[in-house]
């Protein structure tokens, strides 16, 4: 296809932030794309589909050259302009535009062409990179017009901004393939294509099959990682009873971060953390207590990794062993610093079967059957089986006293919901205020903390927009022993901005951060139409993404809930 009709449609999209004539022209434009289904990922302003974590790792810096190569412009004029348009996409449009004015321009730059360079770039490794990036680059830009470089220079940025999230993907899948005639069929068709997209996380893998009405086809494989089922908070344990039935089960809610743990026919293992990102290189400790624990050639184990003391044995708050998951390198020094135990909690599939519709108390025999349990290596989650009130009041002050987070209760007899929080089971926590939100943006430090960034700013989301909530600036050191400092928080940032203005920058959308707060307030200062008061930053979430942040509906929830 070429990338210009792609470029009108996104234009078409931006034009309007109504959900219901965005899915029109979704879906419209789908018929276009049925034999070229990665333009998807495209409109998600992706080049991957979403358990692909592969990162472009292009900055500002590098976008810049590419610019000024490509219009044949000095850097410092394209730096110019970008401060005074303040987006790159609309620098790049401006300066080619005025390049071709005198040039007869007739290029036909396709989908194709983009995916093939910018799916290159992350595969490339040692001398010269940074070169043969910016050669991809500007071989698109040299075939590109102005709105098409726009586009290129966005998705790059991952600051794409026309309002597609993934509801609206699914909808326009349903909307086109199966051209429902009622609310029913339409909720019925969402729903199937919602469950094949959790399974899958690759909506042109999905929109082929739906199209093809081989839905029925796609299955659980070990080694492809599957979104994690989630859990809605119960107020209580009465609470928690009435969500998901008497009896249930019980278990200690520990605090660490979840693992999602393949292991293939050919016997490798795989771990995920609920982001979709491969992290087995960053623990051979778990990979060996996997290999020699649990029975079996094939599976898919949900867990949570707990870190604790390797001196006194005493369990760790997640914050202190969150370093695990994105270091890769002394990885031999980390395992025997930071050691992790594995709590093994649930199974959806085994030896060559899907498990999501068996009962959850079975599935659960089934763990204890293939798990051999070995101290401070790999255990079953604690689990009490009852429909009294008051045994399981005291198993929740046992774990709260043995320092664990709070419990799950769980439905015994329900099934397990890839991507989904349908209250199969709750999480009970003592009244923590707190919630995970992304960095948007970030401003520079005065006095002694002058050069560093020491201010963030924190947004939910509401659908595909993100909605900022409150600036965090309390919370971090300047070194810490374990977790987080703010001089690490400044360089994990400064590979992302997009924009800078002064002391303040802007930030692709990618850190979050667990934020801790006194009270929720109306406030006109911030597009949510909230502040946090007091806010700080209590533990950033390498293992958590966008996709898992507090939407705008829950925040609403907990401002009300206060309010009473
Ligand atoms: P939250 O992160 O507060 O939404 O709580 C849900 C998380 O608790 C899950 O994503 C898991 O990472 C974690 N968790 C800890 N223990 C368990 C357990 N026994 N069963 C399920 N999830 C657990």
């Not at 472009?56 to 190569?69: E, H, P, Y």
């Not at 690759?202 to 929109?207: K, N, R």
């Not at 430090?445 to 989301?461: E, F, N, Q």
Request: charged share 30%; net charge positive.
């Amino acid at each position: 296809m070429k990338y210009s009709d792609l470029c009108k449609v996104y234009e078409e999209l931006e034009k309007t932030t109504k959900g219901l004539e965005k899915t029109s022209i979704l879906s419209k434009f789908l018929e276009k794309i049925e034999n070229e289904p990665e333009i998807i990922y495209l409109l998600q302003g992706r080049i991957f589909p979403d358990y692909n974590n592969q990162e472009l790792g292009i900055s500002t810096q590098l976008v810049i050259k590419a610019i000024a190569r490509a219009t044949g412009i000095e850097e410092p004029e394209v730096i110019k302009e970008f401060k005074k348009l303040g987006d790159l996409g609309k620098v790049a449009e401006f300066l080619i535009n005025k390049k071709r004015q005198s040039t007869l321009f007739s290029k036909n730059l396709t989908t194709e062409k983009i995916l093939a360079n910018l799916k290159k770039i992350p595969e490339l490794e040692g001398k010269g990179t940074i070169d043969k990036k910016l050669a991809l680059i500007i071989e698109l830009l040299n075939s590109a017009r102005g709105e098409e470089a726009k586009y290129i220079i966005k998705t790059i940025l991952s600051d794409l901004k026309i309002g597609v999230g993934s509801g609206l993907i699914r909808d326009a899948i349903v909307d086109y393939c199966y051209h429902p005639k009622s609310i029913e069929e339409k909720k019925a068709g969402i729903e199937k294509v919602q469950e094949a997209y959790d399974i899958t996380t690759d909506f042109a893998e999905v929109f082929n099959k739906t199209c093809k009405n081989s839905l029925s086809s796609i299955s659980l494989s070990p080694g492809k990682p599957v979104k994690v089922m989630l859990f809605p908070k119960a107020e209580n344990i009465d609470n928690a009873f009435e969500i998901v039935g008497k009896p249930a089960a019980f278990e200690y809610k520990y605090d660490g971060f979840r693992m999602m743990i393949n292991k293939q026919d050919n016997g490798e293992i795989k771990i995920f953390t609920r982001r979709l990102e491969n992290v087995t290189k960053q623990f051979p400790d778990a990979v060996k207590y996997i290999k020699e624990n649990i029975k079996g050639k094939s599976f898919i184990l949900d867990a949570e990794a707990v870190g604790y003391s390797p001196i006194t044995k005493e369990y760790r708050a997640f914050q202190d062993i969150s370093q695990r998951i994105k270091r890769k390198y002394n990885i031999n020094i980390l395992e025997k610093e930071l050691p992790i135990e594995l709590n093994i909690f649930d199974i959806i599939y085994f030896e060559g079967s899907s498990l999501i519709s068996t009962p959850f108390k079975k599935r659960r025999e089934l763990i204890e059957k293939i798990i051999k349990p070995s101290p401070f290596k790999i255990k079953l989650a604690e689990q009490i089986i009852t429909a009294d009130e008051k045994e399981a009041e005291e198993f929740y002050e046992k774990a709260l006293e043995e320092g664990q987070e709070g419990l799950m209760a769980k439905n015994l007899e329900a099934g397990y919901k890839p991507g989904a929080r349908v209250g199969h089971a709750v999480k009970l926590k003592p009244d923590a205020e707190e919630l995970d939100l992304v960095i948007t943006g970030a401003e520079y430090g005065t006095g002694k903390r002058a050069g560093w960034l020491t201010s963030y700013d924190v947004s939910c989301k509401n659908n595909a927009s993100l909605l900022e909530i409150g600036k965090v600036s309390t919370g971090l050191k300047e070194k810490q022993e374990q977790g987080l400092s703010f001089i690490d928080l400044t360089n994990e940032l400064k590979k992302i901005i997009i924009k800078e203005e002064g002391k303040h920058l802007f930030v692709k959308p990618e850190i979050v951060i667990t934020v801790g707060y006194q009270n929720i307030q109306k406030s006109p200062s911030y597009s949510s139409g909230y502040a946090l008061r007091f806010p700080r930053v209590k533990a950033l979430r390498p293992d958590r993404s966008i996709s898992d942040i507090a939407t705008l509906k829950e925040v609403e929830k907990e401002f009300i809930k206060q309010q009473k």
